[in-house]
């Protein structure tokens, strides 16, 4: 089996059924008493998958929100390693349990997997950016291009607001002012062309995912999305991805 993801067992999808249902419930409470969250765009979510859920990715409570909005079973693909959350809350992802990606690798096999949950008409939740190193929008790294194509599902994009602000406001005894913005569905996508190419066509359709999620944010967060060529040239820095020279795990991978 590679070293960076398995399937995840039929039975274990089961016993993990009640426990994200109550996780989900959870969810609302926790963010109905911690903030003043608005929601927008519940009635563009498809009646049932495969769907693939991107949205920007600058906080590390970005998965909770997910799984506050989404109205059905979802499954994460998502980083094997958690650096920007803090150690006291990383059984929460593995309570849910995802598909984990050692960032580095390539994770090949990890997105192979991601595309058979789609094939299954599942819903997939996916951060394009492949981490939270920054509160602007970067562009995408190729997996979810590759998944979208592989699995020609379709993709919800889904504007995060306002959640890095959730606990330096809380701390004031105060409750955070929130928005998630949910986008029209796009895709599905294909490529037609072989090596440099279809990359290339997966760069492209990276974008364009980029575009529909840039579209639900407010300027200043649109990075290098922006139409603002000073936010664009602010935003310069950021693209650099933190994994491109080193890899951030090698150990035996399973579902988290």
């Known amino acids: 089996m590679s070293n960076f993801a398995k399937s995840i ?129 970067r562009p995408a790294r190729p997996g979810t291009a590759y998944v979208a194509v592989k699995s020609q599902a379709q993709i919800i994009p889904i504007g995060l607001v306002g959640l890095n602000d959730v606990f330096p406001t809380l701390a004031k005894f105060k409750r955070a002012k929130i928005k998630f913005v949910i986008g029209k569905p796009i895709g599905p996508f294909e490529t037609t062309g072989k090596g440099r190419e279809r990359r290339e066509q997966l760069d492209e359709i990276g974008h364009e995912i980029m575009r529909s999620i840039a579209a639900l944010l407010p300027e200043e967060k649109k990075g290098f999305y922006s139409d603002d060529p000073e936010i664009r040239e602010a935003a310069k820095g950021t693209e650099i991805y933190p994994w491109d020279t080193q890899v951030e795990g090698e150990v035996e991978g399973d579902i988290h």
């Open 9 to 137: 067992p039929q039975d274990e999808l089961a016993k993990r059924k009640p426990l994200r249902k109550f996780m989900q419930w959870l969810s609302k409470i926790a963010f109905g008493a911690i903030t003043k969250l608005e929601i927008e765009g519940m009635e563009n979510f498809p009646k049932h998958g495969p769907l693939i859920m991107v949205g920007n990715h600058f906080s590390f409570i970005d998965p909770a929100a997910f799984v506050r909005i989404a109205p059905f079973p979802i499954e994460f693909l998502g980083g094997a390693v958690t650096p920007h959350a803090p150690k006291i809350l990383e059984f929460i992802p593995k309570l849910w349990g995802y598909l984990p990606v050692y960032r580095g690798t390539g994770s090949r096999f990890a997105l192979k997997e991601a595309a058979k949950v789609l094939k299954e008409g599942k819903v997939l939740a996916i951060f394009p950016e492949g981490g939270a190193w920054a509160e602007v929008l």
